[in-house]
């Protein structure tokens, strides 16, 4: 064979490769039918869902390792708000390599919007055989509508209630598609989150009772004090005073939406608590609070504040990876 022929060979052999990764990797779809649990009657009527079905897109990621797939998904927010990026979801799924049956796990992302930590938490539950949901809350990443300043945590304390309880009925689809994998366990299922992601996690953990196991990062309840005596979000109380409200009424207004008002439902399941004792954007008050209210389970207190605790955050991520393995193993 001359090198001519060898160089069409190879090339030809390369492109039907690349065809096959291309095929491997085109995008499957579905639908997911969503039954509520069988005791949806604790959920707060804000948060309910009714059976129904709802179509799904998932469509691989190429990655290297060996030990992990990783894929896009996405799927219709139970929520039709005026921006129409902010009405799908957007996730991303860590699946270990392997039949299973794995447990699952919702992860939710930090106030600021940076998506690495939560990828590097799928990454080490999925390299540990916990199939990880990366999920994107409202207003965040691809989910945002360019020019427009609506987010999910505002000044305006209506559209933050507004903001979270769409959320929390995201992540309750998150959590039916998650569980509806042939590879997942649907018995063991759990949520996590750090800082405004532990805080959704455990408003979404009281209105979804098929997460068995909770495990909370640097999150508070109360959180209409937070308004007030949080060092980053005083502006929130300081403008609500000085449109003629007073802090009990915010506090009101946003109780639909504090963890610790629906904490006895979830009462019974399997709880651990990071929190940082010299916390300066969640006061110390605030995650005691919602201990309380969450039956008082197991909490660590890291020496240092809300950033500063982040040196931490591996033995917390290591402790999380035992606890939400199998029960039993």
């Known amino acids: 064979m001359t090198r001519r022929a060898t160089g069409l060979f190879l090339g030809l052999f390369l492109f039907l490769c690349y065809q096959a990764t291309l095929a491997a990797q085109e995008t499957r779809t579905g639908e997911i039918e969503y039954q509520p649990a069988e005791n949806e009657a604790i959920v707060p009527e804000q948060f309910h869902l009714d059976a129904h079905t709802f179509p799904f897109e998932q469509t691989p990621v190429e990655t290297v390792s060996k030990k992990i797939e990783i894929s896009n998904v996405t799927f219709p927010s139970p929520v039709e708000t005026p921006y129409e990026n902010n009405n799908t979801v957007y996730c991303e799924y860590f699946r270990p390599k392997g039949e299973g049956p794995f447990p699952g796990v919702v992860v939710l992302h930090i106030l600021g919007g940076d998506f690495d930590l939560s990828r590097l938490m799928c990454r080490e539950f999925s390299y540990n055989g916990i199939a990880s949901l990366f999920v994107k809350l409202p207003y965040y990443g691809p989910r945002a509508?360019?020019?427009?300043?609506?987010?999910?945590?505002?000044?305006?304390?209506?559209?933050?209630?507004?903001?979270m309880t769409q959320a929390v009925l995201d992540i309750r689809r998150a959590g039916a598609w998650l569980g509806a994998q042939e590879e997942v366990d649907a018995n063991q299922?759990?949520?996590?989150?750090?800082?405004?992601?532990?805080?959704?996690?455990?408003?979404?953990?009281?209105?979804?009772?098929?997460?068995?196991?909770?495990?909370?990062?640097?999150?508070?309840?109360?959180?209409?004090?937070?308004?007030?005596?949080?060092?980053?979000?005083?502006?929130?109380?300081?403008?609500?005073?000085?449109?003629?409200?007073?802090?009990?009424?915010?506090?009101?207004?946003?109780?639909?939406?504090?963890?610790?008002?629906?904490?006895?439902?979830?009462?019974?399941?399997?709880?651990?608590?990071?929190?940082?004792?010299?916390?300066?954007?969640?006061?110390?008050?605030?995650?005691?609070?919602?201990?309380?209210?969450?039956?008082?389970?197991?909490?660590?207190?890291?020496?240092?504040?809300?950033?500063?605790?982040?040196?931490?955050?591996?033995?917390?991520?290591?402790?999380?990876?035992?606890?939400?393995?199998?029960?039993?193993?």
Not at 149 to 158: A, G, L, N, Q
Not at 241 to 259: A, C, Q, S
Not at 299 to 312: E, K, P
Request: proline share 6%.
């Open 145 to 163: 509508t360019p020019g427009e300043e609506r987010k999910m945590i505002s000044t305006d304390p209506k559209e933050m209630v507004e903001g």
């Open 189 to 329: 299922l759990g949520i996590t989150g750090i800082s405004l992601g532990g805080i959704t996690s455990a408003l979404a953990a009281t209105a979804e009772p098929r997460f068995k196991k909770i495990g909370l990062l640097l999150a508070g309840g109360d959180i209409g004090q937070i308004g007030f005596d949080s060092e980053e979000f005083s502006e929130i109380g300081k403008q609500w005073l000085e449109n003629g409200g007073t802090r009990e009424e915010l506090i009101e207004l946003v109780r639909p939406v504090d963890p610790v008002t629906y904490g006895k439902n979830v009462h019974g399941r399997k709880i651990i608590m990071f929190n940082a004792k010299s916390d300066e954007l969640i006061p110390k008050a605030c995650p005691e609070s919602l201990w309380k209210s969450f039956g008082e389970p197991e909490i660590t207190w890291w020496a240092g504040g809300h950033v500063t605790s982040g040196r931490f955050i591996f033995d917390g991520l290591g402790r999380l990876v035992e606890f939400f393995q199998p029960d039993g193993s």
